[in-house]
């Protein structure tokens, strides 16, 4: 069956048979649909399967409500709106408020904890989206150190939401809402569907703002996964300021997926130019943006993993290792002395940090990763504030005399000078 052979081709054999298993209707009354759906709703990946496992019946009622409507089988209940979206709100505790102008985005970052402002904050939303803010009438008296578990739509996270649109035709809608990365898919509240807040608030928006939507969002929701402007599914290893850096050399911007060409290599945000022999950052980090003197890059694979061995033209080496997502998973380098300031902030992913010959980590170094157990810098003099700020790796070889901020390493290090 060429439904099958397909899927099993672009997403593996084991959704191959789940497929099979779920949709034998689709698959005998309308041969090379069921291909066709899967490949219009999510990008192609062996990993899929996986991401699904737990929620079958949910993906199973997507899959077949978006077959129904292709064959012209469904029919979407009609809901008659005569409220506007500011009243249809009230009913929920919410004040709405349009923001026009950039003075209007900043009155509310005071409703966000140090570390959890939007990225809406850093400007420049107003050119690319529609930017509302919904406050409920006791978000001010609601504290954030009293939710030590934070969950993404618990009485904190939605008591102030941002809801956007985009600027375009298909008013993509992202609903934000207030704990900002320390919670699941923060960008997909109400798994940005409107009326999971109130019934009708969809229709009304479209009705008395204009803000009609080309694709709505079904409550089926993947974890770590994001929707582009036409409602396809794709894999995302980062979200930095509202671009998604995804598996396969894809990057997410104002809603629009771009395929990098094919010798690059995208490491969660950095490109590694195959071609041009240089290394680029989709976001400020000093080091590889000044990785200007490479001689070589060479590619090699090793089960799941990609090595890229980086020869210097002094014929120092770094060494990065990728998992099967691109995900840089270890570093080593005897070429960077000094790191400067938020080298590697934004990675998640890396167990194994080496720099031999490393004498200054600047401020923010690896801030946000969470899962280093080897931090090897065996000369380095001082280590600067926010080094792994969320981890304390199993692993920790630094010279007796380094100093060392104590908010560092999770803030268990405890010590300013080690003796």
């Given at each position: 069956?060429?439904?099958?052979?397909?899927?099993?081709?672009?997403?593996?054999?084991?959704?191959?048979?789940?497929?099979?298993?779920?949709?034998?209707?689709?698959?005998s009354?309308n041969?090379?649909?069921?291909?066709?759906?899967?490949?219009?709703?999510?990008?192609?990946?062996h990993?899929?399967?996986?991401?699904?496992?737990?929620?079958?019946y949910?993906?199973?009622?997507?899959?077949?409500?978006?077959?129904?409507?292709?064959?012209?089988?469904?029919q979407?209940?009609?809901?008659?709106?005569?409220?506007?979206?500011?009243?249809?709100?009230?009913?929920k505790?919410?004040?709405?408020?349009e923001?026009?102008?950039?003075?209007?985005?900043?009155?509310?970052k005071?409703y966000?904890?140090?570390?959890e402002?939007?990225?809406?904050f850093?400007?420049?939303?107003?050119d690319?989206?529609?930017?509302?803010?919904a406050?409920?009438?006791n978000?001010?008296?609601?504290?954030?150190e009293?939710?030590?578990?934070?969950?993404?739509?618990d009485?904190?996270?939605?008591?102030?939401?941002?809801?956007?649109?985009?600027?375009?035709?298909?008013?993509?809608l992202?609903?934000?809402?207030?704990?900002?990365?320390?919670?699941?898919?923060p960008?997909?509240?109400?798994?940005?569907?409107?009326?999971?807040?109130?019934?009708g608030?969809t229709?009304?928006?479209?009705?008395?703002?204009?803000?009609?939507q080309?694709v709505?969002?079904d409550?089926?929701?993947?974890?770590?996964?994001?929707?582009?402007?036409?409602?396809?599914?794709?894999?995302?290893?980062?979200?930095?300021?509202?671009?998604?850096?995804?598996?396969?050399?894809i990057?997410?911007?104002?809603?629009?997926?771009?395929?990098?060409?094919?010798w690059?290599?995208?490491?969660d945000?950095?490109?590694i130019?195959?071609?041009?022999?240089?290394?680029?950052?989709?976001?400020?980090?000093?080091?590889?943006?000044?990785?200007?003197?490479?001689?070589?890059?060479?590619?090699?694979?090793?089960?799941?993993?990609?090595?890229?061995?980086?020869?210097?033209?002094?014929?120092?080496?770094?060494?990065?290792?990728?998992?099967k997502?691109?995900?840089i998973?270890?570093?080593?380098s005897?070429?960077?002395?000094n790191?400067?300031s938020?080298?590697?902030?934004e990675?998640?992913?890396?167990?194994?940090?080496?720099?031999?010959?490393c004498?200054?980590?600047?401020?923010?170094?690896m801030?946000?990763?969470?899962t280093?157990?080897?931090?090897e810098?065996?000369?380095?003099e001082?280590?600067?504030?926010?080094?792994?700020?969320?981890?304390?790796?199993?692993?920790?070889n630094i010279?007796?005399y380094?100093?060392?901020?104590d908010?560092s390493?999770?803030g268990?290090?405890?010590?300013?000078?080690?003796?």
């Amino acid at each position: 069956m060429i439904d099958l052979k397909v899927i099993k081709k672009k997403y593996g054999e084991e959704m191959m048979h789940l497929c099979r298993d779920l949709f034998p209707t689709i698959l005998s009354d309308n041969k090379g649909m069921l291909q066709e759906i899967m490949l219009n709703l999510f990008y192609p990946s062996h990993e899929l399967i996986n991401d699904i496992k737990g929620k079958e019946y949910e993906f199973q009622n997507y899959i077949t409500k978006y077959y129904q409507k292709m064959i012209g089988n469904y029919q979407e209940k009609e809901i008659i709106v005569n409220l506007t979206p500011e009243e249809l709100l009230r009913k929920k505790g919410y004040t709405l408020y349009e923001c026009k102008s950039e003075d209007d985005i900043q009155k509310f970052k005071k409703y966000y904890a140090k570390g959890e402002e939007l990225c809406t904050f850093g400007g420049g939303r107003l050119d690319t989206d529609y930017v509302y803010f919904a406050v409920k009438d006791n978000a001010l008296e609601l504290k954030r150190e009293d939710f030590k578990n934070p969950k993404r739509q618990d009485e904190y996270g939605v008591s102030v939401i941002s809801i956007q649109f985009s600027k375009n035709d298909s008013h993509y809608l992202s609903i934000k809402n207030r704990y900002n990365h320390k919670v699941d898919d923060p960008d997909a509240t109400f798994s940005n569907n409107l009326d999971n807040i109130i019934e009708g608030l969809t229709e009304s928006f479209a009705k008395f703002k204009g803000m009609k939507q080309a694709v709505i969002n079904d409550p089926f929701e993947l974890k770590g996964y994001t929707k582009d402007e036409t409602g396809k599914y794709y894999k995302y290893n980062y979200e930095i300021d509202n671009v998604y850096y995804c598996p396969n050399n894809i990057i997410i911007k104002n809603n629009k997926a771009r395929e990098l060409p094919n010798w690059v290599i995208l490491a969660d945000y950095f490109i590694i130019d195959l071609k041009h022999k240089k290394i680029l950052s989709y976001v400020d980090d000093p080091i590889f943006n000044n990785f200007t003197d490479i001689e070589d890059i060479k590619v090699t694979k090793e089960k799941d993993d990609k090595q890229i061995l980086i020869t210097h033209k002094n014929q120092e080496e770094t060494k990065i290792t990728l998992n099967k997502n691109n995900q840089i998973t270890s570093f080593e380098s005897n070429y960077i002395k000094n790191t400067g300031s938020s080298f590697l902030k934004e990675n998640r992913y890396i167990q194994k940090i080496i720099l031999p010959k490393c004498k200054y980590i600047g401020p923010e170094f690896m801030y946000y990763n969470e899962t280093c157990e080897v931090f090897e810098v065996p000369i380095c003099e001082e280590i600067g504030h926010h080094v792994l700020m969320s981890v304390k790796p199993k692993i920790i070889n630094i010279s007796d005399y380094a100093r060392v901020e104590d908010d560092s390493f999770g803030g268990l290090y405890n010590v300013w000078w080690t003796i």
